[in-house]
């Protein structure tokens, strides 16, 4: 067997594409994300991305996105050199491509420079198939001082040292796409999405037991003596209006042991990006894999969510949202989000204690009037 044979191979126990299947699709990902970030509103990083959905009845359809400031913001005046929480008020293209990504067979994405750690979690638990980097933009390609999209360059360390060994455990393919040549080559080998592990505590549909435990012990789920970071929301069914409600709470990104979940945990705990899966994240991918779309004012949290996290909800129309009256004390960049997004109107929050709070989320017949009070951003 020859040594492309061999390679050929490598691509296909990968993924189950071959290796001329993968290049013509990272192609034309990496064209569509480089062509969308022109698009961008950030100051400072122009990305794009681009995802291909492959039906189960192997229909493709492609969509783009680039990192922008949502909309409302926008319509205020808002611009990218303004912020929220401690950083720029756009959301990450490849988000809301994966939340609204339709029941798919495979999903391929590809941004034109490398991701977040926040948006590559986003992918790992949507069950991406692969991603495509552009590899103009890897970290060593560019000096430094390039000008045109220093991401990778500013955060090189991130990438290098908390996305890369994320990828490596979850076991998701990354290939870097040479648009010059229209070949791949592999930075992190991986396995289809059936084959990869799963993290410990994925977010998950409740059955009918687990919705009576929650509305007889919800401090079980939400209290904050848990010391977990804990969300339920409630999604509807695109496809036949069925509810569903969907639980999540803190847990590691897949394929990690104790030992290293402890190292990556000290080593970036107070890192631009934190080493845990979001659990606001996980409820999220979770819900885009069920088709189902997250309803408004029925999100619960026994914390306050990171700066971005609040963006996403923003994003995707969720205006109003319930804390356990006792939560994890939120961070000062999340307490300025949250001042930040409720004074512009986008995003109203409330303390309810917990019995109410699963009350409403659970039943939105039911009577809360008096059972919960503005959050006092300033306490």
């Given at each position: 067997?020859?040594?492309?044979?061999?390679?050929?191979?490598?691509?296909?126990?990968?993924?189950?594409?071959?290796?001329?299947?993968?290049?013509?699709?990272?192609?034309?990902?990496?064209?569509?994300?480089?062509?969308?970030?022109?698009?961008?509103?950030?100051?400072?990083?122009?990305?794009?991305?681009?995802?291909?959905?492959?039906?189960?009845?192997?229909?493709?359809?492609?969509?783009?996105?680039?990192?922008?400031?949502?909309?409302?913001?926008?319509?205020?005046?808002?611009?990218?050199?303004?912020?929220?929480?401690?950083?720029?008020?756009?959301?990450?293209?490849?988000?809301?491509?994966?939340?609204?990504?339709?029941?798919?067979?495979h999903l391929f994405l590809g941004c034109n420079t490398p991701n977040c750690a926040s948006?590559?979690?986003?992918?790992?638990?949507?069950?991406?198939?692969?991603?495509?980097?552009?590899?103009?933009?890897?970290?060593?390609?560019?000096?430094?001082?390039?000008?045109?999209?220093?991401?990778?360059?500013?955060?090189?360390?991130?990438?290098?040292?908390?996305?890369?060994?994320?990828?490596?455990?979850?076991?998701?393919?990354?290939?870097?796409?040479?648009?010059?040549?229209?070949?791949?080559?592999?930075?992190?080998?991986?396995?289809?999405?059936?084959?990869?592990?799963?993290?410990?505590?994925?977010?998950?549909?409740?059955?009918?037991?687990?919705?009576?435990?929650?509305?007889?012990?919800?401090?079980?789920?939400?209290?904050?003596?848990?010391?977990?970071?804990?969300?339920?929301?409630?999604?509807?069914?695109?496809?036949?209006?069925?509810?569903?409600?969907?639980?999540?709470?803190?847990?590691?990104?897949?394929?990690?042991?104790?030992?290293?979940?402890?190292?990556?945990?000290?080593?970036?705990?107070?890192?631009?990006?934190?080493?845990?899966?979001?659990?606001?994240?996980?409820?999220?991918?979770?819900?885009?894999?069920?088709?189902?779309?997250?309803?408004?004012?029925?999100?619960?949290?026994?914390?306050?969510?990171?700066?971005?996290?609040?963006?996403?909800?923003?994003?995707?129309?969720?205006?109003?949202?319930?804390?356990?009256?006792?939560?994890?004390?939120?961070?000062?960049?999340?307490?300025?989000?949250?001042?930040?997004?409720?004074?512009?109107?986008?995003?109203?929050?409330?303390?309810?204690?917990?019995?109410?709070?699963?009350?409403?989320?659970?039943?939105?017949?039911?009577?809360?009037?008096?059972?919960?009070?503005?959050?006092?951003?300033?306490?």
């Amino acid at each position: 067997m020859s040594r492309f044979s061999r390679l050929r191979d490598t691509f296909r126990d990968q993924t189950g594409f071959g290796e001329s299947f993968l290049s013509d699709i990272g192609m034309e990902l990496i064209e569509r994300s480089r062509f969308i970030s022109a698009q961008s509103d950030h100051h400072r990083y122009h990305v794009g991305s681009s995802l291909l959905s492959i039906s189960p009845k192997g229909k493709h359809t492609y969509s783009d996105n680039a990192n922008k400031i949502p909309d409302p913001l926008k319509d205020q005046g808002m611009t990218s050199h303004d912020e929220i929480g401690n950083g720029s008020p756009t959301v990450h293209g490849e988000f809301p491509l994966l939340y609204d990504a339709p029941p798919s067979a495979h999903l391929f994405l590809g941004c034109n420079t490398p991701n977040c750690a926040s948006c590559l979690k986003s992918a790992i638990m949507r069950d991406v198939d692969a991603l495509f980097i552009d590899s103009e933009s890897l970290p060593g390609f560019k000096s430094p001082n390039d000008a045109k999209n220093p991401w990778t360059q500013d955060r090189a360390d991130f990438w290098n040292d908390l996305c890369i060994p994320i990828a490596r455990a979850a076991q998701i393919p990354i290939y870097a796409v040479n648009a010059q040549t229209g070949t791949l080559s592999i930075l992190v080998s991986g396995k289809p999405p059936s084959q990869r592990p799963a993290p410990e505590n994925t977010a998950r549909i409740l059955n009918e037991n687990e919705v009576h435990s929650m509305q007889n012990h919800p401090d079980l789920f939400m209290s904050q003596a848990r010391g977990t970071r804990s969300v339920i929301g409630v999604g509807k069914s695109k496809a036949n209006g069925e509810t569903m409600f969907i639980y999540a709470e803190d847990s590691m990104p897949p394929g990690f042991s104790s030992q290293r979940d402890h190292a990556m945990t000290e080593r970036f705990k107070d890192a631009h990006y934190r080493f845990p899966l979001d659990p606001i994240i996980n409820m999220l991918m979770t819900a885009s894999k069920h088709n189902l779309e997250l309803q408004n004012g029925k999100i619960m949290t026994n914390f306050v969510p990171s700066s971005g996290r609040q963006l996403d909800l923003a994003h995707v129309g969720l205006s109003e949202m319930y804390m356990t009256s006792q939560h994890i004390p939120p961070s000062d960049e999340a307490r300025k989000a949250m001042r930040d997004l409720s004074t512009r109107g986008l995003i109203e929050y409330s303390q309810i204690k917990p019995e109410k709070g699963v009350a409403h989320i659970m039943d939105s017949k039911t009577n809360t009037s008096g059972g919960h009070q503005c959050y006092q951003i300033d306490d």
